[in-house]
């Protein structure tokens, strides 16, 4: 008979891990707090407007490539891709915006034009960053950790000073050894916002971002990133996985050192043999499990680094806005300043960094004809309240209308959702309202990250952000592998 897995909650982790086990025979049933799949990664429709409500790129197509493979399919079949061109246009408060093409011999050209010497120092990082990236993606992300002789392995041992180099430099000051020019400063730095962290505080090796930006491409699916949640859907429930939608758990039931099952808020009872939580870390350690069955109590998270949490705002604006691209970046003067009131001063940031996704720039579905559908994003310190939310907003706005010169933006706006850090901390349970889970800080990457398995429940597992390989769509989808790996082999 086969094992009863029960997995809490759908984000693209969960969803993943359930399509892959149910695929190798597991009897799979996924309870999720929400009414749809995809988490963060989720979905908004109002008054014509479509909008992902949370991630928006895609990239390390690979991983997602390897992924649909499982089950007979490409990435292109299922979603559609579209190759952006360009990758995303950069604004600055007293320069010229500059293109990113995703053209590496273009964007050296850029690069050359801004400062003397940067287009053959971008090839370089590139190369560089090319380098990084396969040997993470080789020997790094698909990898639990369990075999500490895997970190022996001949290509990680001869680039070992060169790793050791770019895990000891912040990404900072490992750019600037590049180019001088703040401008092209930001364009390599700027990931490390989507990793959770600062270019101030994260390791070099990170670097290797720019790769992907720079080389591999930028890609939209036809419909939207959520297109690629509602097809990771239809896998799990085309190999039997069982999705419960709606159904919030209060607690993981344990008994002589056993997770047996799970609570619901609403009183029921489900058994397992095994138990995965896709929910926030955090939340499964500190609220859904008893003090003695806790791997990371509280103690362990005073001594962890959020990443930021954000502003999130969905609108509707009347009109076309050329001067915007599918992605676009806002990058401040006072850019070391921002992220010290991100991280360190702990302080809403009234001149913010801030990105800015027209999708509609590609897909004219996501809106009523004549209007644009723009998502923002500005980040925001972890433990930031929703107090003062509109007041911001109403900031951020009048700076977005200044940069992209278009004096009348706030007035054409004719649909407007918030979404903010308290909101994180109500609908996802995110410790300390972070939109993005655990920074990728060198103390809280790879094998310093929380394991996919309890240390204190053998037949309790962690998949998704919180932990290995970390943050983004690919990562949880490489989290979802590992743990069914790791399950397959434990629990066959």
Known sequence: MSKKIIIIGAGIGGLGLAALLAKRGYEIEVFEALDRAGGRAGLLKEKGFTFDTGPSWYLMPEVFERYFSFFGHSADELLNLQRLTPAYKVFYENNAPLTVTGDLKQDSEMFEG?????????????????QTYKIALQHFLYNDFTDKKTLAHPTILKNAHRLAYLATTTLNDYASKFVNSQPLQQILEYPMVFLGTSPFKAPAIYSLMSYLDFKQGVFYPKNGIYSLIAAIERLALQNGAKLNYNSPISEIIVEDKMAIGVRL?????????????NADLHFTETVALPKNSQSYPESYWQNREAGPSALLMYLGVKGDLPQLQHHNLFFTNEWRQNFDHIFNQKTW?????????????????????????????????????????????????????????????????VFKRLFGPGDFAAKFNAWNGTALGMAHTLGQSAIFRPSIKSKKLNNLFYVGGGTLPGIGLPMCLISAELVADRIAKEFA
């Open 114 to 130: 801004v400062e003397q010497g940067a287009g053959a120092s971008l090839e370089n990082y590139v190369q560089s960053a090319e």
């Open 265 to 277: 808020k609403n009183g029921k009872i489900f058994n397992a043999d095994l138990v995965v939580s």
């Open 349 to 413: 940031p009234k001149n913010a960094s801030m990105y800015i996704c027209k999708p509609t720039q590609t897909d004219r579905s996501l809106a009523p004809k004549n209007h644009e559908n723009v998502f923002v994003l500005v980040p925001l310190p972890a433990k930031a309240s929703n107090e003062n939310i509109e007041k911001f907003a109403d900031i951020y706005l009048g700076k977005i209308a200044k940069v992209v010169d278009v004096p009348d933006f706030k007035k054409r706006i």
